[in-house]
């Protein structure tokens, strides 16, 4: 409901609910004095009526202490109630419980008079009210009625406190006018309403004041402010916003000069957050393809630093082998010196045994001309045993048996003696092939010795190779590490690219809230 009231209308509501909270405190402030005054009236009736009782309740003293008879008692109570006054016209009345009046100061024709059936100016029965507050449980109770001023028919209101003395039966009242505490009430009333209107006129003219010194301020509606905000807020920087002819500083005003200079400053946020987002996707790809490519070459640095480990390796190999080989051929030229010397002691045992052999063949022809010469030498026994006849037989047969180890001697002799031949003829040959074992040795060893100068350059070299490999793979490996530092930068510029790129796009679309005029947006794309 309040959003459909108007600045205006909203600026005079405080006022209207300050006329009313004024009237309704003042309008409170007189019922409470009058409450107060009313309170304070009875009290004052209270203590009044009190002073009465009292003076009744001594006399009714003297009455039960015997020195004074009831009638005398009553009539000297009755005297002196009768003299008594407060407030300048106050004054205590007797009445009977019976409503019959006992005494009255004022009107003495009362006195004696049954009174049940009165009734004031306004219809109440009086008396029956007042027998009716002395008959109650408190003995005591107030009341209001109406009733004439002295000298004057004209009634008025009055109240009164009713107090019943119960040895007498008699009902004791005291009243006052009333009537002034309404004309108070009135005039404070009538008070209040001057007073209100007096300062509704006040907060009236300052409200107006205010009201329109506020207006020029907001230069509109906030309602309209409001709704222009919210579609700043939301992006809409298109439509006009109407001023006054002149306004320069109010809201509205400053909203309007704040829509112009946001719909330049988007406008130029757009071009340049679109020649921004279009040089980061060039760097975002120049850096994509320059990771790509260091990632590249630094796969092949690896392969290559990996191929150089596994070649310092094998060259690594190749001179350790190098060096066994020409420790081998070195040891291997030991051997064969050392086998050029057994084969020289070879020939040279092979000549002695081939001397021996001859020695043996002619040891064996000796033998076998012994064999021969035994042979013969047998049978010419025999041919003496057989011309001796039976005395010669038994020589006979010993000279067949030395024939036949003489046969026998000299085929053996005839075995060994080609069984040496043909091992002089080996050893002949052997010593040849022995000969020719020791040139090749020598051969051997002269080969050997040239091969264990080639291994023992070949192992330096490879020694040097590695050294040189060694520092080949080391600059690879610096280049590798070098390489992959530079494969890290990349990608961190390429992440740090694709960042920003998103944040280009991100700004892009945040500008891109903002709804522009096509005509004030001078061809730039929205996106």
Not at 166 to 191: G, M, T
Not at 491 to 497: D, I, V
Request: hydrophobic content about 45%.
């Amino acid at each position: 409901m309040m959003n459909r009231l108007s600045l205006k209308k909203k600026l005079w509501l405080p006022l209207v609910f300050s006329w009313i909270a004024l009237l309704f405190l003042s309008v409170w402030h007189a019922y409470q004095t009058r409450d107060l005054q009313i309170a304070e009236r009875q009290r004052g009736l209270e203590d009044v009526t009190e002073m009465a009782y009292t003076t009744v309740a001594g006399f009714a003293k003297l009455e039960a202490d015997g020195k004074l008879s009831r009638a005398e008692a009553q009539q000297g109570a009755i005297a002196r109630v009768r003299d008594q006054r407060y407030t300048g016209d106050g004054y205590a009345t007797l009445v009977g419980a019976d409503s019959t009046i006992v005494m009255h100061p004022i009107n003495t024709k009362l006195d004696g008079r049954n009174m049940l059936s009165f009734k004031d100016a306004k219809g109440n029965e009086l008396y029956k009210m007042i027998a009716a507050a002395g008959a109650s449980p408190a003995g005591k109770g107030f009341l209001e009625y109406w009733w004439p001023r002295p000298g004057s028919d004209k009634p008025s209101p009055k109240m009164g406190f009713v107090k019943r003395f119960k040895p007498w039966n008699w009902d004791l009242i005291c009243s006052v006018y009333s009537d002034d505490i309404e004309a108070d009430f009135r005039r404070a009333l009538v008070q209040a309403v001057v007073v209100l209107v007096a300062l509704g006129v006040l907060l009236s003219i300052i409200a107006g004041l205010v009201s329109r010194n506020i207006f020029r301020s907001i230069g509109g509606e906030p309602a309209e402010a409001a709704e222009m905000a919210r579609k700043i807020a939301g992006g809409d920087l298109t439509g006009t916003i109407r001023t006054s002819g002149g306004d320069q500083h109010s809201l509205v005003a400053a909203v309007a000069y704040t829509r112009d200079r946001l719909v330049d400053t988007v406008q130029g946020i757009q071009g340049a957050t679109t020649s921004i987002k279009t040089s980061v996707d060039e760097i975002a790809n120049g850096n994509m393809d320059l990771s790509n490519r260091t990632e590249q070459q630094a796969g092949s640095l690896e392969e290559t630093a990996s191929a150089m480990e596994e070649l310092t390796s094998t060259v690594k190999q190749n001179a350790a082998n190098a060096q066994h080989a020409n420790e081998l051929a070195s040891g291997a030229a030991k051997v064969a010196i050392q086998g050029g010397e057994v084969v020289g002691q070879v020939v040279q045992t092979m000549a002695s045994i081939n001397a021996s052999s001859r020695k043996i063949v002619d040891i064996i022809s000796v033998i076998d001309g012994i064999a021969f010469q035994t042979n013969i030498l047998a049978l010419n026994a025999a041919v003496e045993a057989a011309r001796a006849g039976e005395q010669g037989r038994g020589f006979a047969v010993v000279a067949s048996e030395v024939r036949s180890l003489a046969q026998r001697s000299a085929a053996a002799a005839k075995e060994i003696k080609q069984l040496i031949d043909d091992s002089v003829g080996k050893v002949d040959a052997g010593t040849h092939l022995v000969q020719q074992a020791g040139q090749t040795m020598q051969e051997v060893v002269a080969s050997i010795q040239g091969v264990s100068t080639v291994v023992s350059e070949i192992a330096t070299a490879s020694h040097e190779q590695s050294a040189g490999i060694e520092q080949v793979g080391e600059a690879i490996t610096q280049m590798d590490e070098t390489t992959q530092q530079n494969a890290a930068l990349v990608e961190q510029a390429a992440a740090a690219a694709q960042s920003l790129q998103e944040q280009a796009d991100k700004l892009v679309n945040l500008v891109g809230v903002f709804t522009l005029d096509r005509q004030r947006q001078g061809g730039l794309a929205v996106r």
